[in-house]
């Protein structure tokens, strides 16, 4: 290549170089102007749609499970006697009151009332104490007593000692030994009995703790998982199919994780009311019940309806839908669930667009 080649070489790469630049910058201005002066597109103008009628009817959501039912005894009075279980007279689950006979040992009968003093010694003639105060308000209302409930075991505690014992079908001797009566709490109650250890034929030692006073009703528990208990907040209504095939009401009160990381779901009555109403009974106290319920996710309410995909959303969070002539429509959203929404500020029987998905 000569000098003067070499000289002009760089002028023309530099004179190529700028007419690309200015080209560049041209069609740069060309696609700026066209894109300022085209009006944005109408969305609801342009996106495909099918037209549907606003129609009368509910929308909610609900998930099937099963509720658990359990009864949980606690411990209520502890057994005094000594010898043979010679009968066992009360059923798990039934209901006791002062006076009743809960089972016999060698054939005499241990017998259930109220107090918070278990039974530790003989009550004879002279004695006082507390555990005195009870036994004659056990004997006042089974209507044998009509003394002063003063603790002090004088002539007419005995008198109606002796008309108890009478009654019984023991020996009437005014002495209340301490394997004749188990203190309890509260009366009347419902009762189970240990039947490992009440059973007939077995051998009782003493101080056996064998009575569990049942609460008025069962437990009642929904175990899910994560995704489950995340649809059943606190004051979710769930619907449970009795055993009898009636209907009951609960509410979820709380949720705590287990040891083995499912989720314990618990339900209680509405407004303190048992869940079980009066058939509490018709649970069997033995064991745990499976229940079928329905979980309500979201309340069914009525009104009009339109799939969820028909509402368009402002920036300010309000909500409208748009008619088969393109007018748009402010609307209210009730509620929503599973692909439909109850909505008010239409009229029945409107045809709204709804949006279809390109493919």
Not at 8 to 14: E, K
Not at 183 to 207: K, M
Not at 223 to 230: D, K, L, R, T, Y
Request: aromatic content about 4%; glycine content about 10%; some cysteine.
């Amino acid at each position: 290549m000569s000098d003067a080649a070499a000289v002009r070489s760089p002028r023309w790469a530099r004179w190529v170089t700028g007419l690309l630049v200015a080209v560049g910058a041209g069609a740069g201005v060309g696609w700026a102007a066209a894109t300022a002066l085209t009006p944005p597109r109408d969305v609801v103008a342009t996106t495909a749609f099918t037209l549907v009628e606003v129609v009368a009817g509910e929308v909610g959501s609900s998930i099937n499970l099963n509720t658990v039912a359990q009864w949980t005894p606690e411990p209520a009075g502890s057994n005094q006697a000594v010898g043979t279980v010679t009968s066992v007279n009360v059923s798990a689950g039934q209901s006791v009151a002062a006076g009743a006979t809960l089972y016999t040992v060698n054939l005499r009968p241990v017998v259930i009332a109220q107090g918070q003093i278990p039974a530790f010694r003989a009550l004879a003639q002279d004695a006082a104490g507390a555990d005195v105060t009870q036994l004659q308000q056990a004997l006042t209302d089974l209507g044998l007593y009509t003394g002063a409930v003063d603790g002090k075991f004088g002539a007419r505690t005995k008198t109606a000692v002796k008309a108890w014992q009478k009654a019984l079908g023991v020996p009437a001797d005014g002495v209340v030994q301490p394997g004749d009566v188990i203190f309890v709490p509260t009366l009347p109650t419902q009762v189970a009995l240990d039947t490992e250890i009440i059973a007939r034929g077995a051998l009782l030692a003493g101080g056996e703790n064998v009575v569990r006073a049942l609460p008025p009703a069962p437990v009642f528990t929904v175990p899910v998982g994560e995704s489950q208990a995340a649809l059943m907040p606190t004051g979710t209504r769930v619907e449970i199919t009795s055993i009898d095939g009636g209907l009951w009401e609960g509410f979820v009160t709380e949720q705590l994780a287990d040891e083995t990381g499912m989720i314990v779901i618990t339900l209680a009555g509405k407004d303190g009311a048992l869940i079980c109403a009066d058939a509490c009974a018709s649970i069997p106290m033995t064991e745990q019940s499976l229940l079928s319920s329905r979980i309500v996710t979201v309340e069914s309410i009525a009104g009009l309806i339109v799939p969820s995909a028909a509402l368009l959303s402002a920036a300010d969070g309000t909500a409208s839908v748009v008619d088969n002539s393109g007018v748009n429509h402010p609307v209210t959203v009730v509620t929503g669930a599973r692909g439909m929404s109850i909505i008010d500020g239409v009229a029945d029987g409107t045809s709204v667009r709804v949006p279809a998905t390109a493919e």
